[in-house]
Structure formats: C-alpha cells, structure tokens
C-alpha cells in the first residue's frame, strides 16, 4: 500500500511547495528530509512524489488554484491518465456538456445520469465531467481509487468508488473507460490489442450502459472497431492522444470517423469527419505482402507505412511544396480529402509515406507545410553541395522512410552558412532522396 495519508499531510505538501519554490536539489530535498526525521523509506516516496507534482499540474493546471493542487498518483497513473485539454474537449460529448449545473442535466435525461468511471485510474476521465453527472469510479486496485477519491475531492467533485472488476459492474446510465494495457509472458508489451478489458469485452460491457465512450491506443486496429459506433482521433498539431470509441447515445453520428485537433483550453481548432468505410480499415493482400516482406528488403524495394490504411492519393514528382498532415488526419485516414479540399492535384511522393506534395501550400492546423528549395540522392557529397548552394548553416533534419542518427548526420554533413532550413531526409517513388525547405510562414 503506497504511503498516501504521508502524502496528502499538510506537512509534506509544504515541504514540497517550499522546496520547488526554492528549486532545490535532489541532495538538498534529501538532506531537509533527513534532519526532518523522515525515514528512507519515507524520503524515497517523498521524493518520488516530489518529482511528479510540476508534471501532473501541468497536464491538469487550467487556472492559478489548479496550478498549486496537489493530486495524489505514482508515475504509471498519471502516465496514462486523460489531460485536461482533451478531458475538457471530451466533456461537450455528455449530456449537457456544455452546461455546468446539475439542473441543466437532469432538465436534459430527465434525471441525474449517473457515469461509472471504469478502470477509473487517478481520475483523469472524470475531472471534467459536466456538473450535473453522478460519477463512480470503479477498479480493481485499492491504491487506484485512493487516488481517484482524493483527486476528486481536489477538484471539488463529490465521487463514490467501487472496488470491483469493471466487467460485473451495472448500474448506470452511461460509462466511460480506459482499459490497461496487459503484459503477458511470452508477449509484446507493445501490442495495440493487448488490453484489460479487451475490446470485445469493452463491446459487451457497453450492452448494460445507454451510451458510452472508450478510450484506446490511436493505432489500434480501426477493423475491429463494430459497427454503429463513432470513432474519434483526438490530439494536439503533432500528436494523436487517443482513439476514441462513442457507443449508443453518445454515439451522436454513428459509423462516421471524426479527426480533431484540440486547443490548450479544449477548444475545437480543426475537425473534419468522413462516412466510415471497412475498405480503407483492411490491407489488399498484395500490400500486405510487401509490408510483411519489409526486413528483409532495402532500397526501392522496401514500403515504408506511416498511416494505418491505404492511401486514395496518387504517386507524383517532388512539386513546390511538401507537407507533414497532422497526426490525427494520418490516424483517421482523412489526409487524403483534407489535401484534396485545398489543391486537387496533391499527391504521394513514395507509396506508404504520409508526405503530401502539392502546389500549393496546404494549411495549417491539418497540415505543417514547407517549400522546396531543392532535391537530391542522400549522399554526403551531394547534400553537403546541395546545402553550400543555398547557404544553409542550420539544419533541421526530419526522417521518415529512412533510418539514421539525426545527431550524427548534422555532425557529418558540417553545414556552414548564413541561412537556416529543415532537411527531410525520406523517399521518392522507393529511392533515399534529400528534399531541402524552408518552413511556409503565416496562414496558408
């Protein structure tokens, strides 16, 4: 059992406050907490917890009082709890989640809905739910939901528990849950689908729930995905968080795949959606070969993937301009018609590679759009020329298709000049091929 009631004392928390105020050391936090009487065992929980509280008020902090709470969690929980711009994004998906009082929400379902939090963790999922929903957090692990009780009551929110296992729980009107990943001898730890509860128990779970919404890997395998559900890609301009399953009510527009880029405040800053379609989830075997015959391949013969799905776009030259879509539209397999919307004659430069050439300069939040100021064979000498030509000095190296030490590249390629450029280092129809740009500013 972790020490929370040493942690939750006013007295530890003072320490902490004062000793991040005062930015002291390791040795130095140590060294107080010894003269303080605190035992090893206490100084190295102290400690531990010390070290996760500047990183769970940034991932929750949204005004001055959060920014100096305190939140009970060890590294796992907070590693995989919710933060609070995609937690505040994912609360206008409940009943009246745009209202922030109780009345509001019974006025709406016609009584006070009640959510079970399920493998409800620290509390990241139901920080943020309106204020009219009646929560529960359930899971199996006592240490789990001391944290959740506690972190509620920090926010201010009033949540039972339930020890159980989250596939014997009914009860409520609707859920939410954000299965653990499992490791099991012998297998991946990686693996997308290796999940307690496991999808298909999560589908059947939600057969006892009005609605609900499961949080899973951004890669997991769309295929598996049932019908009559809405999936959601949720992240920032360079990452894809979650993949987001709606079931029943919450399931506003079923078999359709949305791409949302969330602002700080959980704001929508971009969003597009597509009718969902099983063809664009699954591999033609002919591609699948090759992707399965990658190890032992190089050069022009290997395919290189970064989307989960085909791509509708067609394979053309290097042209004016090449684009990186945003994670999310690469995950959702929305790049092709965001690209399409903007310049019709966009295109791949190299199968299974998402950078979008084009035209013109697609735009920003969807895409990170850079001018190309010149190409040539990723070969020292040529490179090292390429980049004396156009006076670059500063170099940002981007990779994708290609596997090398970016570090190391910079070091030997020694640019000298006045001028600074990103260097993308990729493939053009299979071929290692180095595109020099420079970054397109303002709005495109």
Known sequence: MQPWNLLASDTVQGFIEEALTRKLDALQVSTALNKQGYSNEERAAIMDYMALVPKFREKFANNETARGMFLLCDKLALEQSTAQDIGRWKAKLWPCGNDATSDATENATGTGAEVHDLCCGMGGDSFYL????????????????????????????NAETICADVRSVEGADYFTIDPARRAIEGENQRDLKNLTPTLEEVIEISRHYRGGMAKLPPGYPPAEIPDGTEILYLGGHSDCRECLVLF??????????RAVIVGKAGETLAEWTRRRDRSLET????????????????GKDRTYRTATSRSDL????????????????????????AALAHDPNAHLISEGIAYVSSDKPLPAPG?????????????????????????????TLKLRGVKLDPDAETKRLKPKGKNSAILFYTRFRGEKTAILTRRCHGKT
């Open 130 to 157: 309106p204020a009219g929903l009646k929560v529960t957090g359930v899971d199996l692990d006592e240490n789990r939901l001391a944290m959740y009780s506690h972190n509620m009551q920090a926010f201010g929110k």
């Open 248 to 257: 029943g009510e919450l399931a506003k527009h079923p078999d359709t795949v």
């Open 283 to 298: 591999l033609d075997d002919d591609l699948q070969e090759k992707l399965d015959r990658n190890d032992c391949l190089e």
């Open 314 to 337: 067609p394979l053309g030259e290097i042209g004016k301009y090449i684009a990186e879509p945003a994670p999310v539209l690469i995950r959702s397999h929305l790049f092709n018609a």
């Open 367 to 395: 895409f990170s759009c850079y001018e190309v100021l010149a190409h040539t064979e990723i070969a020292t000498g040529a490179v090292r020329s390429m980049l004396k030509e156009h006076d670059i000095g500063k170099i």
